[in-house]
């Protein structure tokens, strides 16, 4: 797997790269494919340092963010998550990704965990919207008013169906689906 580290308003050193490439190598084993390129971005807020981990492949992307005070142990809660998302969906992914003869993960180092954190239905509830034509302005007020983390509505500015969403720093960010 090849590795893409860089560091935002924080300069990675020998000792973060290498144990960085140490606790990715973890990773290695999941996957049948070597030429995977793993995007690694370490950067600092306040006094959290954070790590955040991007592996596309050609059918999926596993993606995991962590914050801790000390960067060591972000980048081993980092790593502890991505191999969780891998257990967990196992089944999954081998299900659909073989029925195509497309596999980017080997599982043979993963044991049967059909029964741990085993849902029934992950979806539990459906909801019909109607969509009202507003401007971004009007949306920001609106998922305000809600107290609600997203709101979809149709954009009068940009002529598409847009999601305004609360952000983890309190700001807001708007998806637009042409």
């Known amino acids: 797997m090849k590795l893409n580290i860089r560091g935002d308003k924080l300069l990675v050193t020998d000792s973060i790269k290498s144990y960085i490439e140490e606790k990715i190598s973890k990773l290695e084993k999941y996957f049948d494919r070597k030429d995977i390129e793993a ?3 370490v950067r600092v807020a306040n006094n959290r340092q954070i790590i955040e981990v991007t592996i596309p492949t050609n059918k999926y992307t596993l993606r995991a963010e962590e914050q801790n005070e000390d960067l060591y142990a972000a980048i081993d809660l980092v790593i502890d998550k991505l191999e969780r998302q891998i257990r967990k969906n196992k089944t999954k992914l081998n299900e659909r990704y073989k029925k195509e003869n497309f596999m980017d993960f080997n599982f043979d180092f993963i044991e049967s965990f059909e029964n741990e954190d085993e849902e029934e239905d992950l979806i ?6 109607e969509l009202n034509l507003m401007d971004e302005d009007e949306a920001l007020l609106q998922i305000e008013l809600l107290n609600h983390d997203f709101y979809i509505f149709k954009n009068a500015n940009e002529d598409c169906i847009s999601i305004i969403y609360k952000r ?3 700001k807001f960010g708007i998806i637009n689906a042409k």
């Open 39 to 41: 995007k690694i971005v």
């Open 124 to 129: 539990v509830k459906r909801k019909n919207i």
């Open 168 to 170: 983890k720093d309190g």
